[in-house]
Nanobody
Framework: QVQLVESGGGLVQAGGSLRLSCAAS?????MGWFRQAPGKEREFVAAITRAATNTNYADSVKGRFKISKDNRKNTLALQMNNLKPEDTAVYYC??????????????????WGQGTQVTVST
């Protein structure tokens, strides 16, 4: 069983930055960040393979967000720069249970954290 705990969310003004972290217990493989805004479906943000050889980003965050992982510490991070009000959402980290590509599909991921709120004000 894998447990994931996100941290680092908060309130920030548009144009600001936040760094989300996800601490994992148990073996992780491809890891990803997803987000869900009020009244909307959960959407893909970014993913990274276990060896960090491949990453994938949603078009809406390319050039602004950067995903990274530290396998020694078993942590995942999402550096978010130039934040926009439309980035406001609950952000979730997730991991697959085996080696996969940096998938954008939420059903490829087997374990999920509880989420951390990110609010970007105008």
């Amino acid at each position: 069983q894998v447990q994931l705990v996100e941290s680092g969310g908060g309130l920030v003004q548009a144009g600001g930055s936040l760094r989300l972290s996800c601490a994992a217990s148990g073996r992780t493989f491809t890891m990803g960040w997803f987000r869900q805004a009020p009244g909307k479906e959960r959407e893909f943000v970014a993913a990274i393979t276990r060896a960090a050889t491949n990453t994938n980003y949603a078009d809406s965050v390319k050039g602004r967000f950067k995903i990274s992982k530290d396998n020694r510490k078993n942590t995942l991070a999402l550096q978010m720069n130039n934040l926009k009000p439309e980035d406001t959402a609950v952000y979730y980290c997730a991991t697959t249970a085996d080696y996969t590509t940096a998938s954008v599909a939420s059903d490829a991921y087997n374990y999920w954290g509880q989420g951390t709120q990110v609010t970007v004000s105008t």
